[in-house]
């Protein structure tokens, strides 16, 4: 999701540089193992500094990064030590707060804790729909995305559909949540054997990305390719599945590692694209 900055009582305009503003441009740029050993330096630097957020909202974007690289479970444990750290250093209902645990639902879900993810996201989209500060509308709809995935996972598929299409209908721009969540209805259409839906889905989603910049889509990378793939495999397009699903896995190896969630699924469509091939493909 959106990386989220300490905003001064009094601040306004440009935010102010902070120590946390290198991890947050590695992080960015995609450069994970980068952003995560600064992360950790900054954290080093500011530790046992009275008055300051920054070693624990370092920290956070440590476990981000460890998380971007499919260390899923060791972000589930930084997470876990940080969320008393940062209602304690923030208030339980801060934007700052709800981000962290928005990030550890979707390393639960990583880790295919689901039944968590869902009540984490759930409990997170309340509070972030009655805020008012300029990010909530962003957490909540991140929320809601870790819900629609966490529904589907559990084979909800009716309700995540519905979900989906609400968050869609409620969220009128053209950013990286309405990409997020056209790739959650064509995951959740896929799932349902919907596929011509899907693969509609998908392609909308492509044209998202192709708007965008590609720092906007970088956490989204793979993702596309993997849902036409998915979509194409069960229209029994086999060809023009294989060759997503081998982009898809080849971008997701590339970006994320061999663990991580992403890389994991691709490499296991591709295993069944492999086992449902025909004696001869005509696609």
Known sequence: MRLFRPRGRHEAGRPKPTPVDAVIALYTAGRYAEAETEAHAVAAAWAGRRGTPYAPLALSFAALAAGAQGRHAEAVTAYDELLPVFGRTFGAEHVQTLKLRSDRAQALAALGRHAECEAECRAVARVAARGTGPDMPNLTAAARNGLVFALTAQGRHPEAEALVRD???????????????????????????????????????????????????????GAVELAMATALHGLGREREARSRAETAHDACLAKFGPDHRRTVEARDLLERIAGDRPATDAR
Do not use: I, K, W, Y
């Open 167 to 221: 968050a869609l209908a409620a969220h009128s721009a053209h950013d990286r949540f309405t990409l997020v969540l056209r790739l959650g209805l064509a995951r959740s259409l896929n799932a349902q054997a919907r596929h011509e839906e899907a693969l509609a889905e998908a392609e909308r989603a492509d044209g998202l990305c192709r708007g965008m910049s590609a720092e906007e889509h970088r956490p989204e990378t």
